[in-house]
């Protein structure tokens, strides 16, 4: 679904990403962990299309996309949700979920009636500002906002930072649910070991711009010290 | 090139300067009256260059309104020496106490103005236009201000005078011209490289980092200001006793944006190019304008397109810059 | 009494082309974070638009169609060689477009001379409300304004258009990671505004003397109702003009045009100075 080659980017003058080899199969949930600034948030942004690529390639479905803008990237079928949330706090949340589908005919903007079938919460509050939205409640609107033009590829930022433990259950219980439904591909890059081990399948670590180790989520859960090897000082 | 070698050697601007007004010392030698009268209006623009360089180049701080400056000076000084200005005759109708006038007068304004704009947060473009708006003000302020001469200004602005040693020679004149120039060059130089003029790189480079360090960048923009319209001041003087007239024009947006291009095009962030700069366009003008006639502002307007694009050191800017460009 | 209400009305008509191109004004910036200083020599094109009409004999109304149109086109051109290379050097395309204003006035001088032009209001008659006289033609051109001012309202807060254009105004790259063309709204966007700016030259040449100044003499007054207003709102600029435009009216009938600038640029900076975010502006923008 998604290869990763090699791939070099500057972010804010320094050279984040140095040398990224990554891959991803359909289906597939995997995390992506690492100490702060080791460049976790630049991967994402980089296949986005957020952040200029020095060298390397991204493949995602089989077709280069890193020199493409990132609304072409979106339309390809890549949902992201980045650190901070970034919801449109002056629209509603509809609004907020009609802006995915813009590029579609006029009748077709309306966000699909699964999405409210997995997060309720958000179709009790349709008309709702954004900015006025609970902590969670504003993940639950960006996981949707992504989820709304119905993608292949998610990308997840930190999605758990700054929420209750009850909240972050429900928000992988039901990215659990999309997956086994709808065999959605999630990337997802997390500090919160917990939320980690409840939804990855694998997990890789990053360090000063590289991928430096990978294993399937059984070794984390056997033995969590793997995890504080590769984000020790 | 770097500033751990401590051999002593001549800066690359020093040695340009030398150069430079070596060669403008030895004009004179030509004989040519004509040339010398253009070159020393010339030197006068050169100077007012300069001024626009200190802060746009250096701090970053666009000014579209600079003429206001050069305009406060020369009416200043024509009003001062033609005794003009109630209260101030005899020996206060001088040239000296006309300098002193229109510096002062003219930095003072300029520090409340910029207590007005630089704490406002107005900074950028919005500073930019609010400059321009003044100087646009101003114009329309000078053509309708009987007392100072209206829309034609004043004329026979005395030459300048000190201690009964009138200037009236060509050559003495230039050589005063050209002597001021170096020292206003010198001066604006040592404001760059001092620490006053590091800390303002460094506000140019990244305000907030500035700020985050304990700066109030605020102050230091207004001083620099200020000290840029104070050069931009005696300029502006100087200017009035070489053309011997004042008028709305030097005061307006016309010659503000004239100065935008001369800097634009020698190159902003270095004092020399900017100065060269103007020598240059103003040299081009004299030559093309009577074949271009409307065409050379069109020229002009396209120099300014061309230099903010593709050319942002400027023509002169990247040859005399101290040292390499990061 | 009667006169009061014609300098009321006169006033309106000035607030209402205030806002007209200082709309165009803030929604590019708010936008594309571009000020285009050429905006001014836009208006000045759909003013010298009816000119030409004018002394071509094809009349006012082929004029009033023709300049938006014109200046859109022109608005568009300038985004796609200039504009789009600027998009992330804030100052320098303001200066690049102050260059371009420059090229735009010349070629004005040099095609109709500097002097100032006039052209005939179309419709020349007077409506009487009993003991008033009014001309229909202001009344006309204020009718056009508000409903072009309201349409722009309407398809910035109520069509999806619009909604797309807000997103990209809070948060472009977000907006473009929803499948947003960022790029495809620039374009639309300056056009939109640069036809503004050219349908409000085009309404107020038979008013004027049409001479090559008066593009910066609606920019300036347009760029301080925006600071005054807010600079991130459109609804700003409703307050700003209404400000700016009206004590400049005001001032300027009762003293002079000259006082009236001097006063209303000393409470503009006053405004400003005192709240940077504006009347209306929320966040401290600016």
Same mark, same amino acid.
Request: contains cysteine; hydrophobic residues 50%.
């Given at each position: 679904?998604?290869?990763?080659?090699?791939?070099?980017?500057?972010?804010?003058? !320094?050279?984040?990403?140095?040398?990224?080899?990554?891959?991803?199969?359909?289906?597939?949930?995997?995390?992506?962990?690492?100490?702060?600034?080791?460049?976790?948030?630049?991967?994402?942004?980089?296949?986005?299309?957020?952040?200029?690529?020095?060298?390397?390639?991204?493949?995602?479905?089989?077709?280069?996309?890193?020199?493409?803008?990132?609304?072409?990237?979106?339309?390809?079928?890549?949902?992201?949700?980045?650190?901070?949330?970034?919801?449109?706090?002056?629209?509603?949340?509809?609004?907020?979920?009609?802006?995915?589908?813009?590029?579609?005919?006029?009748?077709?903007?309306?966000?699909?009636?699964?999405?409210?079938?997995?997060?309720?919460?958000?179709?009790?509050?349709?008309?709702?500002?954004?900015?006025?939205? !609970?902590?969670?409640?504003?993940?639950?609107?960006?996981?949707?906002?992504?989820?709304?033009?119905?993608?292949?590829?998610?990308?997840?930022?930190?999605?758990?930072?700054?929420?209750?433990?009850?909240?972050?259950?429900?928000?992988?219980?039901?990215?659990?649910?999309?997956?086994?439904?709808?065999?959605?591909?999630?990337?997802?890059?997390?500090?919160?070991?917990?939320?980690?081990?409840?939804?990855?399948?694998?997990?890789?670590?990053?360090?000063?711009?590289?991928?430096?180790?990978?294993?399937?989520?059984?070794?984390?859960?056997?033995?969590?010290?793997?995890?504080?090897?590769?984000? !020790?000082? | 090139?770097?500033?751990?070698?401590?051999?002593?050697?001549?800066?690359?601007?020093?040695?340009?300067?030398?150069?430079?007004?070596?060669?403008?010392?030895?004009?004179?030698?030509?004989?040519?009256?004509?040339?010398?009268?253009?070159?020393?209006?010339?030197?006068?623009?050169?100077?007012?260059? %300069?001024?626009?360089?200190?802060?746009?180049?250096?701090?970053?701080?666009?000014?579209?309104?600079?003429?206001?400056?050069?305009?406060?000076?020369?009416?200043?000084?024509?009003?001062?020496?033609?005794? %003009?200005?109630?209260? %101030?005759?005899?020996?206060?109708?001088?040239?000296?106490?006309?300098?002193?006038?229109?510096?002062?007068?003219?930095?003072?304004?300029?520090?409340?103005?910029?207590?007005?704009?630089?704490?406002?947060?107005?900074?950028?473009?919005?500073?930019?236009?609010?400059?321009?708006?003044?100087? @646009?003000? %101003?114009?329309?302020?000078?053509?309708?201000?009987?007392?100072?001469?209206?829309?034609?200004?004043?004329?026979?602005?005395?030459?300048?005078?000190?201690?009964?040693?009138?200037?009236?020679?060509?050559?003495?004149?230039?050589?005063?011209?050209?002597?001021?120039?170096?020292?206003?060059?010198? =001066?604006?130089?040592?404001?760059?490289?001092?620490?006053?003029?590091?800390?303002?790189?460094?506000?140019?480079?990244?305000?907030?980092?500035?700020?985050?360090?304990?700066?109030?960048?605020?102050?230091?923009?207004?001083? @620099?200001?200020?000290?840029?319209?104070?050069?931009?001041? =005696?300029?502006?003087?100087?200017?009035?006793?070489?053309?011997?007239? @004042?008028?709305?024009?030097?005061?307006?947006?016309?010659?503000?944006?004239?100065?935008?291009?001369?800097?634009?095009?020698?190159?902003?962030? @270095?004092?020399?190019?900017? =100065?060269?700069?103007?020598?240059?366009?103003?040299?081009?003008?004299?030559?093309?304008?009577?074949?271009?006639?409307?065409?050379?502002?069109?020229?002009?307007?396209?120099?300014?397109?061309?230099?903010?694009?593709? =050319?942002?050191?400027?023509?002169?800017?990247?040859?005399?810059?101290?040292?390499?460009?990061? | 009494?009667?006169?009061?209400?014609?300098?009321?009305?006169?006033?309106?008509?000035?607030?209402?082309?205030?806002?007209?191109?200082?709309?165009?004004?803030?929604?590019?910036?708010?936008?594309?974070?571009?000020?285009?200083?050429?905006?001014?020599?836009?208006?000045?094109?759909?003013?010298?638009?009816?000119?030409?009409?004018?002394?071509?004999?094809?009349?006012?109304?082929?004029?009033?169609?023709?300049?938006?149109?014109?200046?859109?086109?022109?608005?568009?051109?300038?985004?796609?060689?200039?504009?789009?290379?600027?998009?992330?050097?804030?100052?320098?395309?303001?200066?690049?477009?102050?260059?371009?204003?420059?090229?735009?006035?010349?070629?004005?001088?040099?095609?109709?001379?500097?002097?100032?032009?006039?052209?005939?209001?179309?419709?020349?008659?007077?409506?009487?409300?009993?003991?008033?006289?009014?001309?229909?033609?202001?009344?006309?051109?204020?009718?056009?304004?508000?409903?072009?001012?309201?349409?722009?309202?309407?398809?910035?807060?109520?069509?999806?258009?619009?909604?797309?254009?807000?997103?990209?105004?809070?948060?472009?790259?977000?907006?473009?990671?929803?499948?947003?063309?960022?790029?495809?709204?620039?374009?639309?966007?300056?056009?939109?505004?640069?036809?503004?700016?050219?349908?409000?030259?085009?309404?107020?040449?038979?008013?004027?003397?049409?001479?090559?100044?008066?593009?910066?003499?609606?920019?300036?007054?347009?760029?301080?109702?925006?600071?005054?207003?807010?600079?991130?709102?459109?609804?700003?600029?409703?307050?700003?003009?209404?400000?700016?435009?009206?004590?400049?009216?005001?001032?300027?009938?009762?003293?002079?045009?000259?006082?009236?600038?001097?006063?209303?640029?000393?409470?503009?900076?006053?405004?400003?100075?005192?709240?940077?975010?504006?009347?209306?502006?929320?966040?401290?923008?600016?």
């Amino acid at each position: 679904m998604l290869i990763v080659n090699d791939l070099h980017a500057s972010y804010g003058g !320094s050279l984040a990403l140095q040398g990224v080899d990554f891959s991803l199969k359909p289906g597939a949930i995997k995390a992506l962990m690492g100490r702060n600034g080791m460049g976790k948030t630049t991967l994402m942004r980089a296949i986005m299309g957020l952040v200029k690529i020095k060298s390397g390639t991204i493949r995602f479905q089989g077709k280069e996309i890193q020199s493409l803008r990132s609304h072409d990237i979106a339309l390809r079928g890549i949902g992201y949700v980045p650190q901070g949330r970034e919801i449109f706090g002056d629209f509603t949340v509809l609004e907020n979920l009609r802006l995915p589908l813009m590029r579609r005919p006029r009748n077709q903007r309306n966000a699909p009636k699964e999405i409210f079938e997995y997060f309720p919460i958000l179709a009790e509050r349709m008309n709702q500002r954004a900015g006025t939205l !609970s902590g969670g409640q504003q993940q639950m609107l960006a996981i949707a906002r992504a989820l709304a033009p119905n993608p292949s590829l998610l990308l997840l930022d930190e999605p758990s930072e700054g929420l209750q433990p009850s909240i972050v259950q429900e928000i992988v219980d039901i990215l659990l649910a999309i997956n086994r439904d709808t065999g959605l591909t999630i990337l997802i890059v997390e500090q919160n070991i917990s939320m980690v081990m409840d939804l990855a399948q694998t997990c890789e670590f990053m360090e000063r711009g590289r991928i430096v180790g990978a294993c399937p989520i059984e070794d984390i859960r056997a033995d969590e010290s793997i995890i504080a090897k590769h984000m !020790s000082v | 090139m770097d500033k751990t070698n401590s051999a002593p050697r001549i800066s690359r601007s020093a040695a340009v300067f030398a150069v430079l007004f070596a060669a403008l010392a030895l004009t004179p030698l030509s004989g040519d009256l004509y040339l010398l009268t253009q070159l020393t209006q010339l030197l006068v623009y050169g100077i007012f260059a %300069m001024s626009l360089s200190l802060i746009w180049g250096h701090v970053g701080i666009l000014c579209f309104g600079q003429a206001i400056f050069f305009g406060l000076g020369g009416y200043i000084m024509a009003l001062v020496t033609k005794g %003009m200005v109630p209260g %101030m005759t005899g020996w206060l109708a001088s040239s000296c106490s006309g300098l002193i006038l229109a510096i002062f007068v003219t930095v003072f304004f300029a520090l409340a103005l910029g207590y007005f704009l630089f704490y406002g947060r107005l900074s950028g473009p919005y500073l930019g236009i609010v400059t321009l708006a003044i100087s @646009v003000l %101003m114009e329309r302020i000078a053509v309708n201000w009987y007392y100072i001469g209206g829309y034609n200004g004043l004329t026979s602005v005395p030459a300048l005078n000190f201690f009964g040693f009138e200037l009236l020679d060509p050559n003495e004149l230039y050589y005063f011209i050209l002597a001021s120039a170096a020292a206003m060059y010198l =001066f604006c130089r040592g404001v760059v490289i001092s620490p006053f003029g590091r800390v303002l790189a460094a506000i140019k480079n990244n305000e907030e980092r500035a700020e985050y360090f304990g700066y109030n960048t605020a102050q230091y923009k207004i001083k @620099v200001f200020a000290i840029s319209a104070g050069v931009a001041a =005696f300029s502006g003087a100087l200017f009035a006793t070489v053309a011997e007239f @004042v008028s709305p024009t030097i005061v307006g947006f016309g010659l503000s944006t004239e100065a935008l291009i001369w800097v634009a095009l020698g190159g902003r962030e @270095v004092l020399l190019a900017s =100065f060269l700069g103007a020598l240059t366009v103003r040299a081009l003008e004299a030559f093309l304008s009577d074949i271009l006639t409307y065409y050379w502002i069109l020229i002009l307007g396209l120099f300014l397109i061309l230099c903010v694009t593709l =050319f942002p050191q400027g023509l002169f800017g990247r040859l005399l810059a101290d040292r390499p460009k990061s | 009494m009667a006169d009061l209400i014609i300098q009321l009305l006169n006033g309106l008509n000035y607030i209402l082309i205030l806002i007209l191109v200082a709309m165009g004004l803030v929604i590019i910036f708010g936008l594309m974070k571009v000020i285009n200083m050429a905006h001014g020599e836009f208006f000045l094109l759909g003013a010298y638009t009816v000119v030409l009409t004018d002394r071509l004999g094809l009349g006012f109304w082929v004029g009033l169609i023709l300049a938006p149109i014109v200046v859109g086109l022109l608005g568009a051109v300038l985004e796609l060689t200039l504009i789009r290379h600027l998009y992330k050097r804030f100052l320098d395309t303001i200066l690049a477009t102050w260059g371009v204003s420059i090229i735009i006035k010349q070629t004005i001088i040099i095609i109709f001379g500097p002097a100032g032009l006039m052209t005939q209001p179309p419709l020349p008659q007077l409506i009487s409300f009993g003991s008033l006289e009014y001309p229909a033609y202001r009344l006309f051109i204020m009718a056009v304004s508000l409903s072009v001012i309201a349409v722009t309202f309407y398809v910035f807060y109520k069509t999806d258009l619009g909604l797309a254009s807000r997103a990209v105004i809070a948060n472009a790259p977000m907006a473009s990671a929803c499948g947003i063309n960022t790029r495809r709204m620039y374009r639309i966007t300056f056009t939109f505004g640069s036809a503004l700016a050219g349908l409000a030259g085009a309404t107020m040449a038979p008013l004027m003397s049409c001479d090559p100044q008066m593009g910066l003499g609606f920019f300036i007054p347009a760029f301080l109702a925006i600071l005054v207003g807010g600079a991130g709102t459109l609804s700003g600029i409703l307050a700003g003009g209404s400000v700016v435009g009206g004590s400049e009216s005001f001032i300027s009938a009762v003293y002079s045009p000259v006082t009236a600038q001097i006063v209303v640029f000393s409470i503009a900076i006053i405004i400003i100075r005192a709240r940077p975010q504006g009347l209306l502006g929320g966040k401290g923008r600016g």
